[in-house]
Structure formats: structure tokens, C-alpha cells
């Protein structure tokens, strides 16, 4: 498969009171055309700041890009010109579900007007740059057509009579439904990518698995890639075909999502998939805490609490070790076999 | 307070309603909110029952109306032998001690300009007549029982981690001694790595301080890993209670299955390809006539809009639906 969107190196600094914090550590990431991408790891882990990295809305005043490179369908985003990745990728060609639908409307607008504003801009129908200067206005026959496209999209995401949900306020509509929205909303521009930033944590279970599925048929059907963040490996086994695991920064293991489950081989990988509650109810943590950022530990990142640890892990970070196709781990002392022998 | 009878069940909730209004604009009543409807349940000295049940299923009301936050429009509450439901307030704050609540967001339930040497003395200077120096004894004893380091009685709480923040939640209730603790979602928006420590710790304190514990929930992985009974709500009402593990064996309510049927599980297939539940749960404003599940349920027939079924015995447990 070809790549579409190829993270390599990447780094990001934060200049926070404490210090600055890495809080990207030389991450690569590949996502494939077509592939849903989970990105897991625990909170600060730097998930978000690497989605954020890729749509080119970091922060300006605390972050700092330090190198690497944001490959998308061959060009470096972070070296183009900020105005062409505005026109035709940021919200077109790589768009986004954010994780609280109901903080990323705005509560004054009926909803049609939130959408319509989006399509004026972002509809695959528009120019770059929208609806030409100097009048701004939107075009009436493209209104009519995005028009279409919305009322056919907010079907495909199961709203019920989409003509009047339109007019309806934010507020009028549940969670899920709201979720549903946004999903719509990042399907409308026909994007090539979504960056999904962890859509169902705000969700109850019965509604997060209505989404999951929606979610995946929407996307499989139209052939659009997904980065899906979660904290949630489950929520990753039921939506991924490829697992990335982050930790302080630092991507860990990649592998085909059957493989990460089966046979993951990074001791981090290993102890965090055993720390999920399993039937049995036995509770396994993870000793030690979660390194600081501001003057990370050097090498691996997980070292301090790995019991695989030697100096060489402690000197330097390992490189990228493949173990079969498609799965690559990046430890000295990777595990064989699955988890529990 | 007196040793209730032996036997009998430490907290006992009888038909308890609370029922919120609804006002317009002009603060006219429109309405009700049932937000907790009848709702019957025993706790036994010792035990740990979780409550379960998607987000305004009622739940954290009926902890709150327990605690005595909420006024209960209805029924009685029980505790060791005794109506506490509409003590006058005086009398209540007395069993404030021996029955504690654990609050859903640690960090916003510390008060952010007191150290936490501050926030574990707070409990106690209301609750005792200790001296100074036996409160500082007892803050010590209690922060080394929740595993944070003695340094940590210096820091603000947002100085704190969301793990550390709970424990010391904890701390500041179990330094009163309770019979009871009434935890609210207490492992939401932890990682998973953290969230087994906060559940050993759990399960370690519980038996140092031989607690009872209802577990308000709504995730059922962590239910199920910690309580021996399970008690699954539904807009306002019980659906079914029974042991955990022969709830989760064999869900006998079509809602108790179909949530179990929606929790991801790592490995094999994919349980949102089989996951047949439509729609989301009716306005509790609104609620519908008879079942109240009957509006997404895969079973329904006519009697369900017609009558309502109780929570009746059903192969030892208790289920509230005409098939079940």
C-alpha cells in the first residue's frame, strides 16, 4: 500500500514555566490510503499534540517544531506554504473529529448555519481559497448542490429528518447525536484523511459502539484513511487495522492490529495490554510513574520502568527493529509469544 | 451509632423516589425529571454492589439522595437500623461520619488554594475534638494508608496527578472511620495502568478499614473486577440485580444484555459487528409508559407498553422484565 501521510522524525518542544518539555521525541507514523490508524497511548503521552502537529494548528506562542517532517501525499506540510496547506488541506483534505462534540459548536447558530459556513469554505465543489474575493458570497447554485450533499451525509450518519435537524440549536441534540454531526461535518469536504481525536471517550458504551461501527463502515465505504487517537485499547480492537503505541513521546511498536493484540512485543505494549481488566478481575499496574517531559529520561523513555532494562536502553534510543511485516518495534529486548507466558 | 441488628442489611433504600421539576422561563413548573423512580436495594455490611448505568440513568442521583444531598420525594433510606431520609440536619451530620461519598472529579472537589495538609485536617476538626497533635498523627497515619509520601501534605492539589488527586479524595474521607463509602465513577478519566492501582488501593483499604462500598459506575469492566453484586439502572429504575458474575454469565433484561453485548473486548472479533441496539434512551422528562425500555427494545411486545413489570425474583436475582 502507499503511504498517505508519512510522519518521520518528528519534534516538537513546549516552552512551559518548568522548562522546555519534549513533549515529541523523534515520532514516525505512517498512515496507508484507505487504513484506519489507532494512535494509544496514556494521557500526555502526546497523542494530541502530534494530531495538532499534522493539521498544522499547534499552539503558536509554546510550540516549537525542532525537525522531522509531516510527508502528506508526498509534500512536507511543515515546509510548505502555510497558505496553500490552508486552502487545500487543512479541513479538505485532512479534516477532524475533535473529542467533546459539544464544546466544538458554537451554541448561538442552528446547526445549518455552523454546516453551511464549513461547506462555503471547504466543499469540494469550492476554489481554493472559497468564494472569490472581493464579494464572499456564496455561490448559489454550489449552495444549492452542498446543500444536497449535506441533507445525503447527515442520512449516512443516521440523523433523523436531516431538513430539520438542520434548524435545530447544538443544544437540542444528545451526545451521540452531536458526535454523529461531527462525523458528517468531517466527511463533507471528501478528505483524503480524518483525524480522529478520541470521538467516543465522552460517549456511554451502547452509544460509543453505534459510532464505532457507523464510524468504519462510512469510512471503508468511501476508501478515507483515519489516525484514531484513544487511551482505550479496546476501542482501538473494534475500530483499527493498524495499532501505533506512544509513550512519553516516543512511538513504541507498530504492528497490524491482529498482531498488536496476539503478539505484541514491546514490554510497554505488553504491560499496558495486561493492565486492561480481564474477567478475571486480577488488577496488574504499571509500577512507577509516567516520566516528567521537561528533561525526559535519556534513550528509551520507558526505561526507568521496564524490566528488560541494560545500559544500552538507558544511552540510546533503539532503532527501528522489523519483526514481520508491517510490525516494527523499536526496543533492544523485544518479547516473543503472547502475553502471559 | 449503635450495632444494627445482625443480619440485617447496613443500608437498606426502600421505593425511593427523587424527582426533580422542571421549570420555563417565567419559573412555572412544565414537568418532572424521575430521575429516580422506585428504586429498592439492600448493601450488606462489607459488601461491594456496583450500580450501574449509562449516563443520566439516574445513578449519581440516587447516591446523592443516600448521602442526603438530595431530599428524597419519596420512600425510606435505612442505614444500620435507621430512617435517615428526613432527619433534621442537625441529626444527619451525625451520620455524615460513618457514611461518606466519594466525589466523580477529585480535582474539582479539592479546594485548589488548601494543601492537602489543609484539605486532611478539614474533616476531622468537624467531625472529632481531636487535639492538634492527634489530627497530625492521624493525617500521617491516613496518607501513608492511601500510599502517598508525607512530602506530598505540601503540595496544592493541582501540583497533584489525576491518580494522586483521588487518593487523596480518599484520604480525607477514610480519616473519619465511615461504615459506608459511596463511590462515584471513581476510575473515570484514568489510564488504565493507573486505574489498577486506584483499584488495588481500593480493595486494600476496604479490608484495613472493613468498608462497605457502593460502586456507581458506568464502566463494567471495572464493575465486574470489583463488586460481588451488580445492580443495573434504566431511566431512574432497576432493571436487574443480581451476583456479578451470574449477571455477566447470563444477562437475563434485554438492557443488561445489550450493554454488556457494547464493551469492547481485546481480541477476537469485533463486538460492534454484532451490536444490535438502536437509538438512544427517551427524555427522562418523557418517560414512556409501562417498560421503559420497551422503546428500544429488541423483545417488545404489547403488554410492555401496558403494564409495567416489576423487579420481580427470577433464578436468585431480581429482573424487571415480562420475558425475562
Known amino acids: ?341 | 451509632m449503635n450495632a444494627n441488628a445482625p443480619g440485617a442489611p447496613l443500608l437498606e433504600i426502600v421505593d425511593l423516589a427523587r424527582h426533580f421539576p422542571v421549570r420555563d422561563a417565567f419559573g412555572r413548573r412544565t414537568g418532572w425529571i424521575r430521575a429516580v423512580d422506585g428504586v429498592s436495594l439492600a448493601v450488606d455490611a462489607g459488601e461491594t454492589v456496583g450500580l450501574v448505568g449509562e449516563s443520566g440513568c439516574g445513578k449519581s442521583t440516587l447516591g446523592k439522595t443516600v448521602m442526603g444531598i438530595h431530599a428524597p420525594t419519596a420512600g425510606d433510606i435505612r442505614f444500620a437500623g435507621r430512617e435517615i431520609g428526613r432527619l433534621p440536619p442537625r441529626e444527619r451530620r451525625a451520620i455524615a461520619r460513618h457514611l461518606q461519598y466519594v466525589y466523580q472529579d477529585p480535582g474539582a472537589s479539592l479546594d485548589p488554594r488548601w494543601k492537602v495538609l489543609h484539605l486532611l485536617h478539614e474533616p476531622l476538626k468537624i467531625h472529632t475534638r481531636l487535639s492538634r497533635g492527634e489530627r497530625e498523627q492521624q493525617v500521617r497515619a491516613i496518607l501513608a494508608a492511601v500510599g502517598l509520601p508525607d512530602a506530598h501534605l505540601d503540595l496544592y492539589p493541582h501540583e497533584l496527578s489525576g491518580g494522586q488527586q483521588r487518593r487523596v479524595g480518599l484520604a480525607r474521607i477514610l480519616t473519619l472511620r465511615p461504615r459506608m463509602v459511596i463511590l462515584d465513577e471513581p476510575t473515570s478519566g484514568l489510564d488504565v495502568s493507573v486505574q489498577a492501582s486506584v483499584l488495588k488501593l481500593f480493595r486494600g483499604l476496604q479490608e484495613t478499614f472493613a468498608l462497605t462500598y457502593v460502586f456507581i459506575s458506568h464502566d463494567l469492566a471495572v464493575v465486574r473486577a470489583m463488586c460481588a453484586r451488580i445492580a443495573v439502572m434504566y431511566l431512574g429504575k432497576l432493571v436487574e440485580v443480581g451476583d456479578t458474575a451470574a449477571v455477566f454469565e447470563e444477562p437475563r433484561h434485554p438492557y443488561t444484555r445489550s450493554l454488556l453485548a457494547a464493551v469492547p473486548r481485546i481480541g477476537g472479533r469485533r463486538v460492534t459487528l454484532d451490536f444490535a441496539l438502536e437509538g438512544e434512551p427517551p427524555n427522562p422528562r418523557d418517560v414512556p409508559s409501562g417498560c421503559r425500555f420497551r422503546t428500544r427494545c429488541p423483545l417488545v411486545q404489547d403488554v410492555c407498553a401496558a403494564e409495567e413489570p416489576p423487579l420481580r425474583d427470577v433464578d436468585g436475582r431480581r429482573v424487571a422484565c415480562h420475558f425475562a
Not at chain 1, 500526555?44 to 495538532?52: I, Q
Request: proline residues 9%.
Open chain 1, 1 to 341: 500500500m502507499t503511504e498517505l501521510l508519512s510522519v518521520r522524525g518528528l519534534r516538537v518542544d513546549f516552552v512551559t514555566d518548568g522548562g522546555v518539555a519534549q513533549v515529541l521525541d523523534g515520532i514516525n507514523v505512517d498512515v496507508a490510503a484507505g487504513e484506519v490508524v489507532g494512535l494509544v497511548g496514556e494521557s500526555g503521552c502526546g497523542k494530541t499534540t502530534l494530531a495538532r502537529a499534522i493539521l498544522g494548528v499547534l499552539p503558536a506562542g509554546a510550540a516549537r517544531v525542532r525537525g522531522g517532517e509531516v510527508r502528506f501525499k508526498g509534500d512536507d506540510l511543515l515546509r510548505q506554504d502555510p497558505a496553500v496547506v490552508n486552502a487545500r488541506v487543512r479541513g479538505r483534505a485532512i479534516t477532524f473529529i475533535p473529542q467533546d462534540p459539544s464544546t466544538s459548536f458554537s451554541p448561538v447558530f442552528p446547526v445549518k448555519t455552523q454546516i453551511m459556513d464549513l461547506m462555503k469554505w471547504k466543499s469540494p465543489r469550492a476554489a481554493d481559497g472559497g468564494p472569490g474575493w472581493p464579494l464572499r458570497r456564496y455561490p448559489r447554485e454550489r449552495y444549492r448542490a452542498d446543500r444536497e450533499a449535506v441533507l445525503e451525509t447527515l442520512r449516512a450518519v443516521q440523523i433523523p429528518e436531516p431538513a430539520r435537524a438542520l434548524r435545530r440549536l447544538p443544544h437540542e441534540f444528545s451526545g451521540g447525536q452531536r458526535q454523529r454531526l461531527m462525523i458528517a461535518m468531517a466527511l463533507l469536504p471528501q478528505p483524503a484523511l480524518i483525524i480522529a481525536d478520541e470521538p467516543t471517550t465522552s460517549l456511554d458504551v451502547t452509544i460509543q459502539a453505534q459510532i464505532l461501527r457507523l464510524l468504519r463502515e462510512l469510512v471503508k465505504a468511501r476508501g478515507v484513511s483515519v489516525l484514531f487517537t484513544t487511551h482505550d485499547l479496546g476501542t482501538a480492537h473494534e475500530i483499527c487495522d493498524r495499532v501505533v503505541v506512544m509513550y512519553a513521546g516516543q512511538e513504541m511498536e507498530a504492528a497490524p492490529a491482529e498482531a498488536f493484540f496476539a503478539r505484541p512485543a514491546h514490554p510497554y505494549t505488553r504491560r499496558l495490554l495486561a493492565s486492561v481488566l480481564g474477567p478475571g478481575g486480577e488488577l496488574r499496574d504499571i509500577p512507577g510513574d509516567v516520566p516528567s517531559l521537561v528533561g525526559p529520561p535519556p534513550g528509551c523513555r520507558f526505561h526507568p520502568r521496564c524490566d528488560e532494562a541494560t545500559a544500552e536502553c538507558r544511552r540510546d534510543r533503539p532503532a527501528r527493529r522489523t519483526l514481520a511485516p508491517g510490525h516494527d518495534v523499536r526496543c533492544y529486548h523485544p518479547v516473543e509469544g503472547p502475553i502471559g507466558s
